[in-house]
């Protein structure tokens, strides 16, 4: 099935920050709130807000592979990650540049919008962060 619009809801974890740490994502349908895919990346050793970072990144790789070029639409409950991908935020520690610069990339050519949520409206892509860190191994599930 193709989607013209997709929800990705995007968070992550780490355990001492810097310590282990993990993305998560879900993928959503808009229209009925299904979740499309659950994605969990290890990150290694790392702050939590690079692990928001690569969080973000899965589920917008995700979302595409699910749905080539549809509207995105991102969550996530942290601001710092939100204002930079929004462009309204200057990005200075240089592990962030660069998946920004991942993350631009990715979606260059594409619309998608980045929004904050509270932290309790983010609990299914903490989830998947958590999840990816409690088992040691990343993963992609439908």
């Given at each position: 099935m193709s989607y013209s619009h997709l929800v990705v809801e995007a968070d992550g974890a780490s355990r001492g920050n810097p310590g282990p740490a993990a993305g998560g994502a879900v993928v959503l349908d808009p229209g009925s709130g299904e979740t499309l895919v659950t994605v969990g990346k290890l990150c290694g050793v790392a702050s939590?807000?690079?692990?928001?970072?690569?969080?973000?990144?899965?589920?917008i790789r995700a979302a595409w592979g699910i749905s080539p070029g549809?509207?995105?639409?991102?969550?996530?409950?942290s601001k710092l990650v939100v204002e930079q991908m929004s462009r309204r935020w200057k990005i200075k520690h240089p592990d962030m540049?660069?998946?920004?610069?991942?993350?631009?990339?990715?979606?260059?050519?594409?619309?998608v919008t980045f929004e904050w949520v509270p932290r309790e409206k983010n609990a299914r892509a903490d989830a998947a962060g958590n999840k990816a860190l409690d088992g040691g191994v990343s993963f992609l599930e439908p």
């Open positions: 939590n807000n690079v692990a928001e970072y690569r969080g973000m990144i899965e589920g549809a509207k995105l639409t991102v969550f996530m409950d540049q660069t998946l920004a610069q991942e993350a631009r990339e990715l979606i260059a050519g594409g619309t």
